[in-house]
């Protein structure tokens, strides 16, 4: 299958060419051109995610270089647990479930797309290549997930840069706790300016012949595709104990888990309402709401690795709904403000026994704010994107007690920590990427 860009005016290639470059060369994100279909019983027989993740992401690699090797990326990438657990609720009438994206090595539903992207870069690798050199900007939870997927692949560096001071201390350890062929970079200014830092250099047409460059934000096709199979696994696995949709509340930022899930039920999947819920960022529930798309300085708030005013998938999302109506009734949105939050995280524990990151508790907040017919009607599945183990300095004092640490995720923290300041502004970023070329050449 070929992707085209939502923009319209690059040629359209194939999933391999898309996932590597990343960007389409107008600027634009690469997107489908046509879409498989499948009613839930052409998934039967197929239980585990990577199962049913091969019969939804195969037809997109037909043609390129990944095609025969999908269940082994999906098996490779997704060797952890994602269990949707049951939510007693004291309303008998209401079904909820939480989906736990957080049980990968990094803790955040980021590992996903992180890993089955290092996986297809690696096939695609040939050997007497220049190394691929990955840059991220990252304001907290990619860039280690990017980083634990490349760490000590040959052929691979990745440098991460982060706004110093402006990511939680348990982020920072995170993004600095690898060294080998990880790099990472306190930026003396803020996430805005590492992102225009990475994406001067990639339009820096001297240094990108030097270097083989790539990036690894959630505008990758690679990090956004796979995401589809979680919804699809997890609707499915309803639809097959009670013959109806799943409803998904999504907590959401750039959007491209909510894209993921709009893809998946795109493809035929059992999926009903598409519930968004922002925090304090309203660009996207002013715009469903208005018709008007305002684009604006992103604001912080508890749930920071949402802190986004001009979500960049939105751009995927119109494409698939030209129309404001049709976007409409393609998805829901809800902004919920950092009071909101707080409150939520501890009746979380109080009511349900459930510890839920600041992330989590937007989209908790948001079905709790459903009319109780709705919350009735359907079958509802909070997506919990973040173990509260990440956000300690948040949560910890809300509850009143400590949050147990993932062992995996208390493994980083034992590593010793691998970082270099970095000033503010592409050159010298230019300047730290031509130093490393040059080391790695000699
Ligand atoms: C990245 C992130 C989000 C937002 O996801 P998008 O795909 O950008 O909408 C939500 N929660 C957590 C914990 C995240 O790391």
Known sequence: ???QSTRGAAAPVSFDEALIGGLAPDGGLYVPTSWPRYAPADLDGRDSLVEIGARLIEPFAEGGALAAQIPDI????????????PIEVADPAERLEVLELFHGPTAAFKDFGARFLAASFARLRRPQERPLHILVATSGDTGGAVAAAFHRRPGFEVSVLFPKGLVSPTQERQLTCWGDNIHSYAVAGTFDDCQRMVKEVFLDRDLTTRLRLSSANSINLGRL???????????????RASGQPLSF???????GNAVACVWARRMGMPIGEILLAHNANRTVPDLLETGVLEPRPSVATLASAMDVG?????????????????LRGAVRAISVDDAAIRNRIIEGAARFGQVWCPHTAVAAEAWARLPQAERRDRNWCIVATASPAKFPEIVEPLLGRKVTVPPALAALFDRPSHVS???NGSDALRE???????????
Request: proline letters at 9%.
């Open 432 to 442: 730290v990427l031509m130093a490393g070329a040059a080391e790695i050449g000699r």
């Open 310 to 326: 001009n979500p960049s998938n939105l751009e995927r999302l119109r494409d698939l709904h030209p129309e404001l109506t049709a």
């Open 74 to 85: 999906l098996s490779e990438a997704f060797n952890f647990p994602v269990p949707s657990v």
């Open 421 to 423: 300041a970095l000033a």
């Open 225 to 239: 595709l796979p995401q589809a199979v979680y919804y699809a696994a997890t609707s499915i696995r309803r639809w």
């Open 1 to 3: 299958m070929k992707f």
């Open 249 to 255: 509340i999504i907590p959401s930022g750039n959007l």
